[in-house]
């Protein structure tokens, strides 16, 4: 990660929508802004909002969750509720059904490689 220590502020970064209206990411640590490796993000998904998440078979990530919740199912049926406090390993390819909760869902997101 560079050559020195770096802060980064949520309100100081731009805030990308990933799905308009609906999802929303702020990219904390980035290889473009501190020469990082990986990425740290906080994204955040509006409440009752239902979609199916693929993998794009180049990154990894590590999602956690800050705030609210959601539903989440594997293809080969396996269910899991994701609430805060979880941690989930998405490897480069991947399928979930992902339907969020009533409270939304703040997650914390770590990404190689960076994004």
Known sequence: ????????RQEDVEQIWLKEG????HRLITNA???ASFSFHITTFKANF???AVGDGVHESVLFCLHG???QETPDGRKHSFRPGDAMYLPKNFTYEHKIGSGGLVMAVACTPSR
């Open 50 to 52: 239902e979609h199916t």
């Open 1 to 8: 990660m560079g050559d020195r220590i770096e802060w980064s």
């Open 33 to 35: 802004n501190q020469g």
């Open 22 to 25: 609906i999802e929303y990411t």
């Open 69 to 71: 919740g959601s539903e």
